[in-house]
């Protein structure tokens, strides 16, 4: 993830609030790969992360006045780039019905820990991503939300609009699931009682 | 409903030891429990292999996930490379300019020049099509098509098709949006009604003899043809020279250096050729572009007569309107229609009888014999050969056109940028290209006549010409975007390629634009361009169907992924 130093951020920040166009251009080009790649793990179609990139920094563009300098810009950035793509998923009709409670109540099967770790070690990083793109809409997004922007438990229910106690279980479900999508199985059989 | 990451135990596989569940265990590597539940999942991790063996497991699967999705896979695309907020708004204005004047185009195409000649075309007996389908959509191979389609219309249909592509690629994958469109396009292609059986003939010379009939349509191609017999459908003829003195009840479509009827065609002839003379009976309507076009005394035409010819005499009977764009015009015969003629010379003989009225725009008047019976007198004008450039529509055509093509290009250049970008590099190299578009322009067409003379290439010739066609139209583009390249420099990304693209076919058509006028060098110009660009769309093809690297290649080491805070394992929540 091509992220700056803080102190350079900073100061690009509030320059470019000030108006300096240099200034965003070096917000954009520091950013921009990585904004692009998370919209390409969250969204189904290349096409869609691309014209979400620039819809999402068009909006950072407009909301930047509204950052919170004390905080880090990174995390603001992500939590606006989640709640973009989000939006985009949920106005597709995408999400599946499963995000509701009663669904959570469903108990996962304990795995066997043997078995769990030899599946993760013959696991290679473009298989995962290829699974990724098998699992449901919210699953994908928890996981990227969590592992790929490093976002805090609350944020990701904010972000997704869940309870806070119920990250853990969204993100469990989302593992379970891409581990059956790792295996070959249907995601959409995942968690219940494989 | 339990509350997730309580530390409830559960029993082993083995049966015979409580184990922390997945929950804890993924809580509890995450560091998402308090601390007091946090030292309880600790000291039974020490205790416990299995436990311990799934919070590695856990770990491992999170690292896993981190090193996935952090993994730069993935380059930025070129029209991402810079912020185009800007870039988009400048563009609105453009797109709003250039989509008025496309529509102001087609409007004004249609209204001032589409439509007038399908009236006349109309009066002529071709109700409902333009000159355009005329000559290539209901051609020989094309019959019975009856779709109105100019020049402007296949480009505004093109662009049409890119918005609808465009559009589209925001829903679905770009090929499955183009598998759509081209899926739609070849629906379109298939609705209308395949032809009845049609006799095929090839050969030197072919003679239909005069107590034979061929029921069906007939397709002949050869040196001589000679047609004594009946043909109950159409005849179709590419060759040398053709005499008919049979009957044909259908229409006769003709390619050929002399054509002479002798005979009697029930339908319309529709003719290409260096010399036609009509001594027989032409029951509906003749449309010709021919050097000399001779009705003869006995010969006669029911219904109208539409030729472009360097000659027309006609000395025969004409039972509806005469529209001929002339050198010479001589009518010593009988037209019961009207009379309208463009080209330097009009002749009417003592003989002629004209039943209506006779316009004619010409470099001289028009020469009336004293005996000739007309029904009003000639209206003469003289032509005008007012430069022009001294003219606002034609200034306002330019504009129109150029805009036509900025907003084919853009179009073009946004469906297919990847494309778009190879065009240009390969048009930048000289010696390649053209010598390819060389064999493109001359070889394409040449190709898709051969092909079709077949039955079966007849589709495959059809198309082939419409890709010609379609790469006719691209090849200014192409040069002007390669021209706008040398002058702007490399672009950045699509938007900076259609701006480079703009400016320089805008460029290109100033500069070509007088040059048009001096024959020989603007047709070597217009050739030049035209064999450069369409090279260039052919070396890009080339590129693209050579074989190359696999796309599964063993990738460089993978560089060091930082984990994040939250992804460590085990461990309390801070306090």
Redesign the interface.
């Known amino acids: 993830m091509s992220v700056p130093g803080m102190t350079d951020t900073t100061e690009a920040v509030a320059r470019a609030r000030a108006g300096d166009a240099d200034a965003w251009g070096e917000l954009y080009r520091d950013f921009a790969p990585a904004i692009f790649r998370f919209c390409r793990r969250t969204l189904p179609t290349r096409e869609d992360a691309e014209d979400a990139t620039m819809e999402i920094f068009m909006k950072l563009r407009d909301k930047l006045s509204q950052y919170d300098e004390t905080r880090s810009f990174s995390a603001w950035l992500y939590r606006v780039a989640a709640n973009h793509c989000w939006d985009i998923l949920r106005r597709r009709k995408i999400r599946q019905d499963k995000e509701t409670d009663d669904v959570e109540d469903v108990p996962l099967e304990h795995p066997d820990p043997s078995q769990l770790d030899r599946l993760i070690e013959m696991k290679t990083s473009e298989e995962v991503r290829h699974a990724l793109h098998k699992l449901g809409a919210r699953a994908r997004m928890a996981l990227v939300l969590r592992y790929y922007s490093d976002m805090s438990y609350d944020e990701i229910a904010d972000a997704l609009g869940v309870r806070r106690a119920f990250v853990g279980v969204v993100l469990l479900r989302a593992r379970h699931e891409l581990r059956q999508a790792l295996e070959g199985k249907s995601a959409l059989a995942a968690g219940g009682t494989s | 409903?339990r509350?997730?990451?309580s530390p409830v135990s559960?029993e082993g596989?083995d049966g015979t030891m409580d184990?922390l569940?997945?929950?804890t265990c993924?809580?509890y590597a995450?560091r998402?429990l308090d601390r007091a539940r946090a030292q309880t999942v600790s000291a039974h991790a020490q205790e416990c292999a299995?436990?311990r063996?799934?919070l590695?497991?856990?770990d491992?699967?999170?690292r896993?996930?981190?090193?996935?999705?952090?993994?730069?896979?993935?380059?930025?695309?070129s029209?991402?490379a810079?912020?185009?907020?800007r870039a988009r708004q400048s563009f609105g204005w453009i797109w709003g300019v250039i989509l008025g004047l496309a529509a102001t185009g087609v409007y004004a195409l249609y209204t001032g020049f589409v439509e007038p000649w399908e009236q006349r075309l109309e009066q002529a007996g071709f109700g409902g099509t333009s000159l355009l389908s005329l000559l290539i959509f209901q051609g020989a191979f094309w019959k019975g098509w009856q779709s109105v389609i100019t020049l402007l219309e296949v480009l505004a249909m093109l662009t049409v098709a890119g918005f609808g592509v465009a559009v589209f690629?925001?829903r679905?994958?770009?090929g499955a949006a183009l598998a759509l469109v081209l899926a739609g396009l070849c629906a379109a292609f298939a609705l209308p009604a395949p032809a009845g059986a049609t006799e095929f003939h090839k050969g030197e010379t072919y003679e239909l003899a005069k107590d034979e009939t061929v029921k069906s349509d007939i397709f002949v191609t050869g040196a001589r043809a000679r047609i004594d017999g009946t043909v109950d459908g159409d005849l179709f003829f590419f060759g040398q020279s053709i005499d008919i003195s049979g009957h044909i009840k259908g229409d006769a479509i003709i390619f050929a250096q002399s054509v002479r009827v002798n005979g009697q065609i029930d339908g319309n002839i529709r003719s290409f050729a260096n010399n036609l003379t009509i001594t027989g009976t032409v029951a509906r309507n003749v449309l010709t572009f021919n050097e000399v076009v001779n009705l003869d005394s006995a010969g006669k035409v029911e219904g109208s007569l539409t030729t472009f010819a360097q000659s027309v005499g006609i000395d025969g009977h004409l039972g509806r309107d005469l529209t001929a764009m002339a050198g010479e015009t001589i009518i010593s015969g009988t037209i019961d229609g009207e009379v309208r003629a463009k080209g330097r010379n009009m002749s009417i003989a003592p003989s002629a009888h004209v039943s209506g009225s006779i316009r004619y725009e010409g470099d001289n008047p028009a020469s009336v014999a004293a005996g000739a019976k007309l029904a009003s007198p000639v209206q003469f004008t003289k032509m005008r050969h007012k430069s022009r450039y001294t003219q606002g529509h034609y200034y306002v055509w330019r504009v129109i056109w150029t805009a036509a093509f900025v907003l084919f290009g853009m179009v073009l250049f946004l469906l297919l940028p990847k494309f778009a970008g190879e065009t240009v590099r390969a048009g930048e190299r000289f010696g390649a290209p053209v010598g390819l578009g060389v064999l493109v322009f001359f070889g394409v067409p040449i190709a898709a006549v051969i092909a079709c003379v077949t039955v079966v290439g007849i589709p495959l010739g059809v198309l082939t010409l419409g890709l010609w066609l379609l790469a006719l139209f691209c090849a200014e583009i192409v040069v002007g975007t390669v021209v706008g390249n040398w002058i702007l420099g490399k672009p950045a990304d699509t938007w900076g390629l259609i701006g480079r693209m703009a400016a320089g076919f805008v460029l290109v058509r100033i500069v070509y634009t007088p040059l048009a006028d001096l024959h020989v060098i603007g047709a070597l110009v217009a050739l030049g361009i035209w064999i450069w660009g369409m090279g260039s769309i052919a070396l890009a093809l080339y590129n693209r169907l050579q074989p190359t690297a696999s796309q599964g290649a063993i990738p460089g080491p993978?560089p060091p992924v930082?984990m994040?805070?939250?992804?460590t394992v085990g461990g309390i929540q801070p306090a």
């Open positions: 409903m509350e997730p990451g559960q596989p184990h569940d997945e929950m993924l809580l995450e998402q299995s436990c063996t799934l590695r497991a856990l491992r699967e999170s896993l996930l981190t090193r996935a999705l952090l993994e730069e896979d993935e380059p930025l695309p029209r991402l810079q912020f185009q907020e690629r925001r679905l994958r770009r993978l930082a994040p805070p939250h992804t």
